[in-house]
């Protein structure tokens, strides 16, 4: 056996395998689309070095797949190792990672529940061998090209089973840390359930659109994984409630109240089934044209009415009359299809715009368009920020943070806050009303009306807020509130009084102007609100144990 590694294409190793082009590397080896000289068959080879972690990786990997005979799990063809390497020889699938399919998204809601259902299918099948796998993630499942969904589990590497002796020192908690369960951080053996835990956090990340723990930080991502996932309904309402029930036991924190992997997969699929049989049974009955509205579909709708009503009345155009039959519209088409409704609500208004000026209406269309980008994967929220405007009506502007606390993302929740302020300052301009906590005249026409230069608007409009610097600081602190609204709620009493503090201090004492009573009462009522509010985090949340500490000390790279 020789010593030829493949360092570069062409090279034959072992003197059989002859790489061809690499299809990944990292930091324990590479692999290399190869061709068996011998058959003339294609294969992915994968090359580690044979001290260290990394060869008893390889060699545990190879252990693993050999009690595995399972379509879902990716099949070793060869092992073989010389004095320097290890070279592991696999069945070649050409596709991508799971990973790199949700950076490009080509992952809708029905194929991330077959995709996550046959790593499940994988995983049953090797926990019936006594194997866990322990670094469940999606960039270590394959999903081969083609129209039809077909998943490769792969990387044995960190498998447990009964013979293997152990990769990691005392306190050591292998895998990534990301889609590592509460129990194992905790110091605890890994289990199926650790498994299983990994797939629900999957699961939610491609159905919401972003990571249920990842915060920046080791520490904080450890602290969120202890606290749990926010519940997936709280986020996508729209879903079978089947399905947010059985991915929320999936991602509960006492692994005795996780499903098994192939009970999971058989309720994922079955969630998918009936709700393909309750489509066929809607569009063959009147009753059953619109999905049953929920709160969140009901308020998007109401909404979109309030805001056709109220732009067809400011900005004449329509006939007389005609703003109640519009709404009425809006609000139907919300209530059926809500991306449908947001757009249809936006495009009614268009045509008073441009009767006032038509670079007015280019910039709403423009703003509009990204709007509808940004909420199009919570499309009932998508006219959330008219709560600017009710606040103000009911003088609980400083409640905004409050209101978007079950948002998940700081960077979502600030822009849905200040998106809100401003269209609350849009709205009081335009009526020609006080504008908000500082009870100024709004300036008076700004010179767009008629105008057809889509650059100097948007040049007026943004001056028209930054020439009011108490206004914009107000914005931006209610957009900092809403960000580290959670981390206060976390904190208990002492973290809801700070942020009651907070606001107080930073909303009045810079600007001895704005009126005192919206943030006093604002604040105030906060701070109770999320101290009596039922959370799972406790005080004690933020001391992590031993485990973590020795997790956090190693300063591995987390791939989420």
């Known amino acids: 056996m020789g010593e030829t590694t493949a360092t570069t294409a062409g090279e034959l190793v072992l003197g059989r395998y002859r790489p061809l082009s690499p299809l990944g590397s990292g930091g324990s080896g590479s692999v290399w689309l190869a061709r068996d000289e011998r058959t003339g068959r294609e294969l992915a080879l994968k090359i580690v070095a044979r001290e260290g972690k990394a060869g008893s990786r390889a060699e545990r990997e ?26 592991i020889a696999y069945e070649h699938v050409n596709g991508k990672t799971m990973r790199q399919a949700l950076r490009d998204g080509e992952i809708d809601d029905h194929r991330a529940i077959e995709v996550c259902a046959q790593i499940l299918d994988a995983l049953e099948h090797a926990h019936a061998r006594g194997i866990v796998h322990r670094d469940v993630k999606p960039a270590n499942v394959l999903l081969a090209a083609g129209p039809e969904v077909d998943v490769r589990l792969v990387d044995f590497g960190l498998a447990q089973f009964a013979e293997a002796e ?26 199926a359930a650790a498994d299983v835990w990994a797939v629900g956090v999957a699961l939610w990340e491609s159905l919401v659109g972003w990571h249920p723990f990842w915060a920046g930080s080791m ?26 029930k059985v991915v929320d036991r999936a991602l509960s924190v006492d692994p005795l109240q996780r499903p098994r992997a192939g009970e999971l997969a058989r309720t994922l699929r079955l969630s998918v089934k009936r709700g393909e049989e309750r489509c066929r049974k809607e569009r063959h009955s009147f009753t059953g044209r619109f999905q049953r509205p929920n709160p969140a579909r009901l308020g998007h709708a109401l909404a979109s009415a309030l805001v056709v009503a109220w732009g067809t009345s400011q900005f004449p155009f329509y006939p007389a009359h005609a703003q109640i039959p519009l709404a009425i ?31 007015l209406a280019l910039v709403f269309a423009l703003v509009a368009t990204c709007w509808l980008a940004f909420t199009w994967r919570n499309p009932h929220l998508a006219q959330l920020p008219i709560l ?31 998106a809100a302020f401003v269209l609350a300052l849009v709205v009081a301009g335009a009526g020609g009303q006080p504008l908000p906590l500082t009870n100024t005249n709004p300036p008076r026409g ?25 206004l914009l600081a107000e914005g931006c602190l209610l957009a900092l509130v809403a960000a580290l609204i959670p981390l206060a709620r976390r904190r208990g009493r002492w973290g809801s009084a700070g942020l009651a ?12 102007g704005v009126a005192a009573t919206p943030v006093l009462m604002g604040a105030w009522l906060t701070a109770f609100a999320l101290y009596f509010l039922p959370t799972a985090a406790k005080s004690a949340d933020f001391a992590p144990k031993p485990a973590i500490k020795a997790q956090l000390s190693e300063r591995r790279r987390i791939a989420v």
Do not use: K, W
Not at 177 to 190: K, Q, V
């Open 446 to 470: 700004l010179g767009i009306e008629g105008s057809t230069n889509v650059t100097a608007i948007a040049g007026v409009l943004v001056r028209a807020l930054i020439e009011r610097p108490a």
């Open 219 to 244: 520490l904080e991502t450890a602290r969120r994984i202890e606290t749990g996932a926010a519940p997936l309904g709280s986020i996508r309402p729209d879903l079978p409630n089947q399905l947010l």
């Open 501 to 512: 503090g907070a606001m107080i201090v930073g909303g009045l004492l810079p600007f001895p």
């Open 166 to 191: 152990t990769l990691t020192e005392l306190g050591d908690v292998p895998g990534t840390l990301a889609y590592i369960s509460p129990e194992r951080l905790a110091g605890e053996t890994a289990t």
């Open 62 to 87: 190879v252990e693993a797949a050999a009690r595995l005979r399972h379509r879902r799990c990716l099949r070793v063809l060869d092992f073989a190792s010389d004095d320097r390497h290890v070279y």
């Open 388 to 418: 600017g405007p009710l606040a103000v009506a009911c003088g609980g502007l400083f409640l905004l943070p409050l209101a978007v606390l079950r948002i998940g993302g700081a960077v979502r929740r600030m822009i849905f806050v200040f």
């Open 329 to 359: 519209l809006a609000a139907t088409a919300s209530l059926s299809r809500p991306r449908m409704g947001s757009a249809f609500t936006f495009a009614l208004l268009l045509l008073p715009l441009g009767n006032y000026s038509l670079g």
